[in-house]
C-alpha cells in the first residue's frame, strides 16, 4: 500500500439552514452553500494537479541531475519508491476528494431545485443519478462514447467536465464543444502550474563535468519555451481559442479554426510537419494555411482542426528528418491516434459536408497512414508531402493533390533516399509544382526554404494558396 499523508480535516464554511426534514428527522438539518462548495471542490482538484505535475517534474530532475556515487543511488530509490508514491498517493488523495465535494455540491443543487430536502444525506428508498466517471469511458469506442455522452442529463455533463477535464477534454466521442470547454479549465491548470511550480532553471557553478554547460543550456531553453505558452494559453481560457484537444503529457494540442456545427459545409483535419511541438502552435505558424483557407469562406462554413494528436518528429535535425520521419514504425504509432480523431469529427460532420486531410511534408504521411487504419477522407491534400506508409493505396472516393516547390524533400524522394512511394509518383495524385522565388536554378533543388514556403501565407506563395482554395471550395 501506499504511504498516504496525513491531511487536516477541511472545514467548510458558510452553512445555512434550508429546511427541516418532516417528522422522520429529528431537529434541523444543514445544507451547503453550494457555490462554496463547488468552489473548494475545484481548488482542492487543480491542487491535485499541480502536485501530480509538481511529481512529475521533480522525477525528471532527480533522474537527470548529474550525482555519480553510492549515495546517489540510495537516494534514488528511496525517492522512486517512497517520496514520489507519496506525493502521488497525496494528488489521488485530493484530486478524490474534490470528486466527493463536487459530487455533494451537485447533489445539493439537485435536491433544491426538486423542491426542498437537502441531498447532503443519504436517504432511504431515494434514488440519486450515479455520478458520470473516467472509467465509464473504457472499452468503448467514439460512437459509443458519444451515446454515453448524450444520455447523461445536462447537470452530470457538466459535473463531468468540471471534475474530470483532462478526460472530457481529450476523449474522441464527446462533442467538440465539450472539450473546448473542458480544455479551458485544463489551460487554466496549466497556467496555474506554469507560474507557481516552473521556476527559472539556475546555472551551479560547482558542477563542473564538461557536459553540463550543454545540458543546463537545453534545460533552460525548454523552460523557456513552456513559460511562453502562457499568453496563448490565457487566451484559451478567454475563450478566444478553441482546443479541442489540448494534454501535453501526451504531446498533444489540436486547435478548432471557425466554427464546426450543422451549417458546416467543409471540416479540414490540417496535420503539420516534422518538428511540429506545442510551442510551434504559439505564433500561428501551423494554423497559417488552415486559418487562411476558413477566412476565404465568406460564408462562414468552413472549419480547421489544425492536428497535433500525438508525438511528431522532433529533437536535432539528424534524429527529426533523417530517422524519425522516414521511420515506419514511427508512423505506425502515430497514424491510429489521427484515426481515431478523425472518427470523432465524421461522427458530428453535417450530411453532404466534405472533409479533407491536408498534410505538410510529414504530416501527409500521417494523413496517408490514417487512412491505413480507417480514416476517409472526401480530399488529400499534400503541401510538399513526404512519402506515403509502406502498403499505402488510394482510397476509392477520395481525391488526391499534391502542391510542392523543387525542394531538398523532392530531391531526396527523387534519388530514393527518404521512401519510394511519394506524391509526386504517385499516379493517384494530381500535381501541380510551382517555380520558386528564386528561380528554376540547381540550388533551389536542394532548398529547405522552398519545403517551407509551400505551407506559409506570404506573396511568394499566392498562387498555390489561390490553386488550394479553389479545389476545397470547388468541391
Known amino acids: 500500500m501506499l504511504p498516504i499523508p496525513s491531511f487536516c480535516a477541511v472545514k467548510y464554511i458558510r452553512w445555512i439552514n434550508i429546511r427541516q426534514l418532516g417528522d422522520g428527522l429529528n431537529g434541523g438539518f444543514y445544507g451547503a452553500d453550494v457555490a462554496q462548495l463547488q468552489q473548494l471542490a475545484t481548488t482542492m482538484s487543480s491542487a491535485g494537479r499541480m502536485l501530480e505535475m509538481q511529481r512529475l517534474a521533480l522525477n525528471g530532475r532527480v533522474a537527470g541531475t548529474p550525482w555519480p556515487g553510492p549515495d546517489a543511488e540510495i537516494f534514488r530509490q528511496d525517492w522512486k519508491t517512497v517520496h514520489s508514491r507519496s506525493l502521488g498517493a497525496a494528488a489521488i488523495l485530493l484530486q478524490q476528494a474534490a470528486k466527493d465535494l463536487m459530487r455533494q ?21 431515494v434514488e440519486r443519478s450515479p455520478e458520470p466517471r473516467p472509467e465509464d469511458l473504457h472499452g468503448r469506442s467514439p460512437a459509443e462514447i458519444r451515446t454515453w455522452w448524450f444520455g447523461l442529463a445536462g447537470h ?35 497556467i496555474d502550474w506554469l507560474q ?19 545540458r543546463f543550456a537545453a ?19 478567454e475563450g478566444k481559442i478553441h482546443l479541442a484537444a489540448y494534454d501535453p503529457g501526451q504531446s498533444s494540442i489540436v486547435e478548432l479554426l471557425g466554427e464546426y456545427n450543422a451549417a458546416t459545409t467543409t471540416v479540414i483535419t490540417y496535420v503539420p510537419g516534422t518538428t511540429t511541438n506545442e510551442a510551434s502552435f504559439y505564433d ?26 500525438s508525438e511528431f518528429p522532433d529533437g536535432d535535425l539528424v534524429e527529426a528528418f533523417l ?24 461522427l458530428e460532420l453535417p450530411r453532404d459536408a466534405q472533409t479533407v486531410g491536408m498534410g505538410h511534408s510529414w504530416g501527409l504521411r500521417n494523413v ?74 540547381p540550388s533551389e533543388m536542394y532548398s529547405i526554404d522552398n519545403h517551407s514556403l509551400i505551407a506559409e501565407t506570404v506573396p511568394e506563395n499566392e498562387e498555390a494558396l489561390d490553386d488550394i482554395e479553389e479545389e476545397i471550395s470547388g468541391r
Open 156 to 190: 452530470q455533463q457538466q459535473a463531468f467536465i468540471r471534475n474530470h477535464p483532462h478526460e472530457a477534454g481529450n476523449t474522441n466521442g464527446i462533442p467538440f464543444d465539450a472539450r473546448i470547454e473542458a480544455n479551458r479549465l485544463n489551460a487554466r491548470l496549466r
Open 284 to 309: 500561428g505558424g501551423p494554423q497559417a494555411v488552415p486559418n487562411r483557407l476558413v477566412q476565404a469562406d465568406t460564408s462562414g462554413s468552413t472549419a480547421a482542426f489544425v492536428y497535433k494528436g
Open 219 to 237: 534545460e533552460h531553453e525548454a523552460w523557456r519555451k513552456r513559460q511562453d505558452g502562457i499568453g496563448y494559453l490565457q487566451n484559451v481560457v
Open 323 to 346: 530517422v524519425e520521419a522516414k521511420s515506419d514504425e514511427f508512423v505506425a504509432a502515430s497514424a491510429p491516434v489521427l484515426a481515431a480523431f478523425q472518427e470523432a469529427v465524421d
Open 196 to 214: 507557481n511550480n516552473d521556476p527559472e532553471p539556475r546555472l551551479n557553478p560547482w558542477i563542473l563535468d564538461s557536459g553540463y554547460p550543454a
Open 368 to 441: 496517408t497512414g490514417s487512412e491505413m487504419e480507417g480514416a476517409s477522407y472526401s480530399k488529400v491534400i499534400a503541401l510538399s508531402g513526404a512519402a506515403m506508409p509502406p502498403g499505402w493505396t488510394p482510397s476509392p472516393g477520395t481525391d488526391y493533390t499534391s502542391y510542392t516547390y523543387p525542394d531538398i524533400l523532392l530531391t531526396a524522394e527523387a534519388n530514393g533516399l527518404v521512401g519510394e512511394n511519394y506524391p509526386m509518383r504517385e499516379p493517384a495524385f494530381d500535381k501541380h509544382v510551382y517555380a520558386p522565388p528564386g528561380g528554376l536554378r
Open 105 to 125: 455540491a451537485d447533489e445539493q443543487q439537485r435536491a433544491s431545485a426538486a423542491g426542498g430536502a437537502s441531498a447532503m444525506l443519504s436517504l432511504p428508498g
